[in-house]
Structure formats: structure tokens, C-alpha cells
């Protein structure tokens, strides 16, 4: 049978793109253009495979992943991204993802990724060390320290990169349901966890982390 796939990007020339390569391989239920709304239509469909990027707006793909693999399990996870760093495949890999592709991967690589998720197996591109994913599925005893970014909760990935989008704070309190004060005691702990000291600051290292692309 054809998969039902949902596929997540903010560029929407991109997006149809993707659309038009992936037909062949299945049926395209849906398109999104923020992470939010992946989560949200991701839980309506039920897809077969998710095809998403990292950075998208109101929440990245990886902080999305995460909240797929609970809440659709049963959805695959392709990651089609602009990063090509093997820390980001990690987190990917670690998030649920079956697959990683980068965007200047060949057109028939990502039917191959396709066709591989979904007789259940992993999907690495070659343009990305296979290091990567021999490491994620069978860890060393010793691992290295987790980057700062991911050390910090959802939660407060959730509220900096909202700030870093340009999000007031009530803005803030009411996409995510919660209080002016949570947000603001969220972002302190934020400061204090990254040390940096203003909203400058916290946007330039959430740009520069993937949260938010310019």
C-alpha cells in the first residue's frame, strides 16, 4: 500500500517541491508550514511517514519529533534539512526520526530514504558520516556532554524560541496556555542556564542553534 505522508516545511516554494517528488512514492495528505501546526494535523491524519525540517517557526522540528513519537507513534519520521552537522542528525536520530536527508541530497535519494523507512529500516545520507548512526543506535559508555541547547527543558526551548522570534511575552503565555510569570520565570532560568544576559543574546544563540533561521 501507497504511505499516507504529511510533510512540514516553512518555504513554501520548497514545500510544493517536495510535494511534486514525494507523489510517487505515496499519498500527500497534508502540508504545514510551522511546527505547531505539524503537531496539530499530525494527530488529525494519523500519516504514515512525517517528512519535516529542523527549523521551522513557533517550534522546531526536533522539539515536534519529539512530541510525534508519543503522541502518533506510529508515524515515521524523515528529517529534510538545511543542517548538515552530524550533532544535529544526532539529536534527529535521538528525537525518533528513521531518516536524515539534507536539502542538496539527489531528488532520488529521498524516494530511497522513502522506501527504506518504510520497510523499517534507518535512513542516513552519505553526505553525513555514517559515524553518526552507528553512535546514536549503539552508544559508547563515555558519552560527550550535551550542547547547551539541549540541555535545557522543552519547555524552555519552546519559550526561546518564541522570544527569539520576535514573541511578546503575553504573546508567549498565550501560545503555550501557561502564565506571564511562567514565562518570564522560564526565561530567567534560560539566562541563567546559557549565561547570557539579554533577549539580544538569546536570539543570536537560538539563530545560531536552529531554533530560528533568519
Known sequence: MRP??????DHSLILAGIRKLVETEGDVVGTVEDGRALVEEAQKLRPDLILLDISMPLLN???AARQLTKLVPD????FLTMHATPTYATEAFKAGASGYLIKRSAASELKQAIQA???GQHYMTPLITKD???TTLHPPETLAPQPPVTALTPRQREVLQL??????????????????KTVEFHKSRIMDALDLHSTAELTKYAVAEGLVSL
Open 4 to 9: 499516507r505522508i504529511l510533510i512540514a516545511d
Open 75 to 78: 508515524s515515521k519520521l524523515i
Open 117 to 119: 523507512v518504510m520497510r
Open 61 to 63: 522540528g526536533l522539539d
Open 163 to 180: 522570544i527569539a522570534e520576535g514573541k511578546g511575552t503575553k504573546d508567549i503565555a498565550t501560545l503555550l496556555n501557561i502564565s506571564v
Open 132 to 134: 553518526v548512526l552507528a
